[in-house]
């Protein structure tokens, strides 16, 4: 359901063999591992008062992240577990992040909006509105003075399509011929803002192509066609031709897990709703006959059980120490800087 494209772009198929049912697999993952998310925070086990679900983004996510490759990088929002997670990250590790624990991804410190690592490529996730947009650019510059062939891939929600640094960021990528992939999930609503009270031009790919990128904008209802649309924008951006894809989704919660969405009729929701991308996956599989119901089952009862373990790890993993709020802050070579509580403990003992 691609509605646009930019410029020619070779229209070659994805490289790797990933079938529906491997695609669905990964969604549902996501789907369930943030449906846990929700279920850590309204047990008071999840750090901080904020957190923010990605459930019925799931298409964006895997079908962009399936084609990514060793050596990519990327960047998140604060809508983001669903996404590294796609990209190879393990569960546990993540919810123990979330629950501000010493064994998640960052030790305890970064929490749900701040998750990173590096032997994945994941540059970081940012609270701020288009805050790891640029990011992506000086990692595409370095791979291509280094001749990587690797590319960097920036996702941001729709609200940071009215963000200055993004227009930046494509003009910069175009510009300098980057291999960079700017995504832009389009969930309908920035916080409490329906798109159309944000911006008057809805067509968001079209923004891209006066800064001369390759643009698309592709129905996130099935994945096999954000994956097609995405395939052709990341092989090209692997030859120095910067890409912009917008994947319009529909937000199935509120801007955060307390939000209620008061903002939106109970009619929204349902027309919403029923643009489930997991849903229409394993629908396809079914009326298709390549998986069975009873299969499908199946698969959903073992994700199941292995999420519901990542909730258990978290709860059981050990707070990280107060010491270690200065570990990877600075150089290495530096010595880390004195708590406060210990420096005058020292100056009263006279030390």
Same mark, same amino acid.
């Given at each position: 359901?691609?509605?646009?494209?930019?410029?020619?772009?070779?229209?070659?198929?994805?490289?790797?063999?990933?079938?529906?049912?491997?695609?669905?697999?990964?969604?549902?993952?996501?789907?369930?591992?943030?449906?846990?998310?929700?279920?850590?925070?309204?047990?008071?086990?999840?750090?901080?008062?904020?957190?923010?679900?990605?459930?019925?983004?799931?298409?964006?996510?895997?079908?962009?992240?399936?084609?990514?490759?060793?050596?990519?990088?990327?960047?998140?929002?604060?809508? !983001?577990?669903?996404?590294?997670?796609? =990209?190879?990250?393990?569960?546990?590790?993540?919810? &123990?992040?979330? *629950? @501000? %624990?010493?064994?998640?991804?960052?030790?305890?410190?970064?929490?749900?909006?701040?998750?990173?690592?590096?032997?994945?490529?994941?540059?970081?996730?940012?609270?701020?509105?288009?805050?790891?947009?640029?990011?992506?650019?000086?990692?595409?510059?370095?791979?291509?003075?280094?001749?990587?062939?690797?590319?960097?891939?920036?996702?941001?929600?729709?609200?940071?399509?009215?963000?200055?640094?993004?227009?930046?960021?494509?003009?910069?990528?175009?510009?300098?011929?980057?291999?960079?992939?700017?995504?832009?999930?389009?969930?309908?609503?920035?916080?409490?803002?329906?798109?159309?009270?944000?911006?008057?031009?809805?067509?968001?790919?079209?923004?891209?192509?006066?800064?001369?990128?390759?643009?698309?904008?592709?129905? !996130?209802?099935?994945?096999?066609?954000? =994956?097609?649309?995405?395939?052709?924008?990341?092989? &090209?951006?692997? *030859? @120095? %031709?910067?890409?912009?894809?917008?994947?319009?989704?529909?937000?199935?919660?509120?801007?955060?897990?307390?939000?209620?969405?008061?903002?939106?009729?109970?009619?929204?929701?349902?027309?919403?709703?029923?643009?489930?991308?997991?849903?229409?996956?394993?629908?396809?599989?079914?009326?298709?006959?390549?998986?069975?119901?009873?299969?499908?089952?199946?698969?959903?009862?073992?994700?199941?059980?292995?999420?519901?373990?990542?909730?258990?790890?978290?709860?059981?993993?050990?707070?990280?120490?107060?010491?270690?709020?200065?570990?990877?802050?600075?150089?290495?070579?530096?010595?880390?800087?004195?708590?406060?509580?210990?420096?005058?403990?020292?100056?009263?003992?006279?030390?």
């Amino acid at each position: 359901m691609t509605t646009s494209q930019a410029t020619a772009v070779a229209d070659t198929a994805p490289r790797t063999n990933t079938a529906l049912l491997e695609l669905y697999r990964d969604m549902r993952r996501v789907r369930t591992f943030e449906e846990r998310v929700g279920e850590l925070f309204v047990r008071g086990q999840s750090a901080g008062s904020m957190l923010h679900l990605s459930i019925g983004e799931e298409s964006a996510a895997v079908g962009v992240a399936s084609l990514m490759k060793d050596g990519d990088t990327f960047t998140t929002h604060h809508r !983001g577990h669903g996404i590294f997670l796609a =990209r190879g990250a393990d569960p546990k590790r993540m919810m &123990a992040e979330i *629950g @501000g %624990k010493e064994e998640g991804y960052c030790h305890g410190k970064g929490g749900s909006m701040h998750i990173a690592d590096m032997g994945l490529g994941h540059l970081g996730a940012n609270a701020i509105v288009g805050g790891g947009i640029p990011a992506v650019v000086g990692a595409g510059l370095a791979s291509k003075r280094e001749g990587k062939g690797s590319i960097s891939v920036a996702f941001f929600g729709d609200g940071a399509m009215q963000q200055g640094i993004l227009y930046e960021s494509m003009n910069m990528a175009a510009l300098w011929d980057l291999p960079v992939l700017f995504v832009c999930i389009n969930n309908q609503y920035g916080m409490g803002t329906r798109i159309e009270q944000a911006t008057k031009g809805r067509a968001l790919h079209e923004r891209a192509l006066a800064f001369g990128l390759n643009a698309e904008t592709v129905d !996130g209802l099935d994945v096999r066609e954000v =994956r097609d649309t995405a395939t052709r924008l990341i092989d &090209a951006a692997r *030859g @120095g %031709k910067p890409g912009f894809l917008a994947i319009e989704c529909y937000r199935f919660f509120g801007h955060a897990r307390m939000d209620k969405s008061p903002y939106r009729s109970e009619e929204d929701e349902a027309q919403g709703r029923a643009k489930d991308p997991v849903l229409f996956a394993r629908t396809a599989l079914i009326e298709s006959g390549e998986s069975a119901e009873t299969e499908l089952d199946g698969i959903d009862a073992d994700i199941g059980a292995e999420m519901d373990a990542t909730i258990d790890f978290a709860i059981a993993s050990k707070e990280p120490q107060l010491g270690s709020m200065f570990r990877d802050v600075y150089a290495p070579d530096q010595p880390e800087p004195e708590a406060v509580a210990t420096r005058i403990d020292r100056i009263l003992a006279g030390e």
